[in-house]
């Protein structure tokens, strides 16, 4: 039989005592590690993003001119943003970045998706053609933009010299608008392939072989199993492009300026012309917040749709 042991309540507490205990300050503080160390860097951010976005908010809502001090414009109100959406320019800006954002975001999808399909099969040299194709993406937007405006120049480009055409591609409204449409599809669309390349990778084969066996051709399968399995990351790659594309501004100030005859004038150059140009630090600060309000809602679209595809 076995015999119970009582342990000495001296001893106990001899033993409790030589074991440090934590005090409930030091659990407090080992459970808001994180949030203490991350501070710093967030009172930061706050400090260099949060108050020049209170100052344009504030801004926005005054009248200032440029003889006046930053901080002495009247309160008028939502007077700049009536002003806004009855300003012709402005109006077309929207357009032109709307249909512009939809454009070049369908090609870049459409082709940054073949160039994945093309990547995924396992042939010899091909992580060498993967490299390659970063190589644009890499390059900065102003660099990249210079470059192509040499290539596009009508007496001495290279462009022309090929096609054996004298084209002012930068001087007439469509081939303005086409140029900086082509030069950000080339430079972005590698950025989707690499997206969507990942995902390829990620995806399991069970589906494509059961498809196989059962006769489905290349073509079923890319459109029945590949794709629906690779709809979150479509989503996600034409979110982010959707974003970037509709304020895009580097290409186009390189470029054309806005121009010609404000063919290429995007909400972002609008903007900055607004503000740097004609120094309506108002109506510029106006313009500033209905694009992001006009961000968010595409950002807030997105979001609902890929919870929805990926809710069972």
């Given at each position: 039989m076995g015999e119970t042991i009582t342990a000495d309540p001296q001893a106990e507490v001899a033993r409790r005592r030589m074991v440090p205990a934590h005090s409930s300050g030091s659990r407090w503080l080992d459970r808001q590690f994180a949030a203490i160390t991350a501070l710093?860097?967030?009172?930061?951010?706050?400090?260099?993003f949060g108050i020049p976005l209170l100052f344009s908010l504030t801004l926005s809502f005054r009248g200032w001119s440029i003889d006046q001090s930053l901080f002495a414009g009247r309160f008028v109100g939502t007077a700049n943003y009536t002003d806004l959406m009855t300003d012709p320019e402005f109006v077309s800006s929207m357009i032109i970045t709307l249909c512009y954002t939809i454009a070049v975001v369908a090609v870049e999808m459409v082709l940054g998706l073949a160039i994945a399909l093309a990547l995924n099969i396992d042939l010899p040299f091909i992580g060498f053609f993967r490299t390659v194709l970063v190589v644009p993406m890499m390059m900065t937007p102003i660099v990249a933009a210079?470059?192509?405006?040499?290539?596009?120049?009508?007496?001495?480009?290279?462009?022309?010299?090929?096609?054996?055409?004298?084209?002012?591609w930068l001087g007439q409204p469509g081939t303005a608008r086409l140029s900086v449409a082509i030069v950000n599809v080339w430079q972005n669309a590698p950025y989707v392939a690499i997206l969507l390349l990942a995902g390829l990778r990620s995806l399991p084969h069970e589906p494509m072989e059961a498809a196989a066996i059962d006769g489905a051709s290349r073509a079923q399968i890319l459109w029945h199993v590949t794709l629906p399995l690779l709809r979150s990351y479509l989503l996600v790659a034409m979110l982010l492009r959707t974003i970037f594309e509709f304020r895009t501004f580097d290409n186009v100030y390189v470029m054309t300026s806005g121009g010609p005859a404000n063919s290429t004038m995007v909400l972002s150059m609008f903007t900055y012309l607004a503000s740097f140009q004609r120094f309506d630090l108002s109506l510029g600060a106006a313009a500033s917040w209905l694009m992001l309000l006009i961000s968010l809602l595409l950002c807030t679209l997105f979001i609902m749709a890929v919870r929805r595809r990926s809710t069972p």
């Open positions: 710093p860097t967030a009172v930061m951010m706050l400090a260099i210079f470059c192509w405006r040499l290539l596009l120049d009508p007496s001495n480009g290279v462009i022309n010299y090929w096609i054996g055409q004298h084209i002012v």
